[in-house]
């Protein structure tokens, strides 16, 4: 076995550990608190731990499947969080083209482009070709009512949806000296932070949460919540520099920025879902809402920090 095989292995065996634990924790919880009728708190928890053991086994097979395989899921990600966020924008008649451009245009290109390695038009393609390309389609259609609105939303939809998710398995694409055929564990090390980083910050918020951060965005978020989770996604970031090219010291860092970043962006996406009057983005993952409720962090630190590392070593 190749010493990324073997890394991924204890890595995944780990995962599944913390499962399992958390498997056993909400079993006896039930047992416990629902002697008297259903505990709608546990209820959740135990569907929340369904949903991550199938995301993991997902995920897994997709690792499992190489370059390919990863490049799929995540194409199929854009495609679902796409349409996910397209049901919540104001839409007419008139960008019905555009729309389907952007499903089965942009996004298939966006996709060939990572394939292919072909950096330098993919890092622009959806901000200057697709940006310039939706405007054109519904143009063409002649109705301006509310034009500016409907074109702004279809551009932020792609940026969010299609271009920052990308930029996950684009990690496989980056050349590091003396890592070859690891870069998938740059993945699992930026999804195991960023999303460890939303547990542990709801964790800490439920423990010692007084301070609200954003009460009009995220009513749940607190301070305490907020500095406890960052702290210790961190800290744990840190532990995992041994799958990653960087030092501890590097890790903790580039963990602590992709962090920040995901709280940033999850206060960003909730902001987009108080305007639109919804509490999930969708209902696909049972006790998680909708992909976009998912990926909210993750698209926002995903861009950060693959050119962080991109630079970081081209500099070095």
Known sequence: ?????????????????VLIAASAIGYMLEQRLTIDGPNAAVE????????????VILIGLAFIAGRIGVLVLFAFCSFAALREFVTLIYTRRADHWALAS???????????LLWAEEYGIFSIFIPVYAFLLMPIISVLRGDTE????????????????????SHVPALLTLDIPGYEGRNVLLIAFLVIVVQLSDVLQYVWGKLFGRTKIAP????????EGFVGGVASATL??????????FTPLQAGLLSFIITLMGFLGGLVMSAIKRDRGVKDWGNLIDGHGGLIDRLDSVVFSAPIFFHIVRYWWSLS
Do not use: H
């Open 1 to 17: 076995m190749t010493a990324a095989g073997s890394d991924l292995l204890t890595l995944v065996l780990g995962i599944f550990g």
């Open 236 to 245: 744990i970031g840190a532990a995992l520099w041994w799958i990653t090219p």
């Open 102 to 112: 952007a499903f089965f245009l942009v996004l298939p290109i966006q996709y060939y």
């Open 44 to 55: 959740n928890l135990n569907a929340r731990i369904r949903a991550w053991w199938a995301m």
């Open 216 to 223: 009009k965005l995220s009513p749940s978020k607190t301070v």
């Open 146 to 165: 509310r034009f500016l609105l409907r074109v702004a939303e279809v551009q932020w939809a792609l940026m969010i949806c299609v271009f920052c998710v």
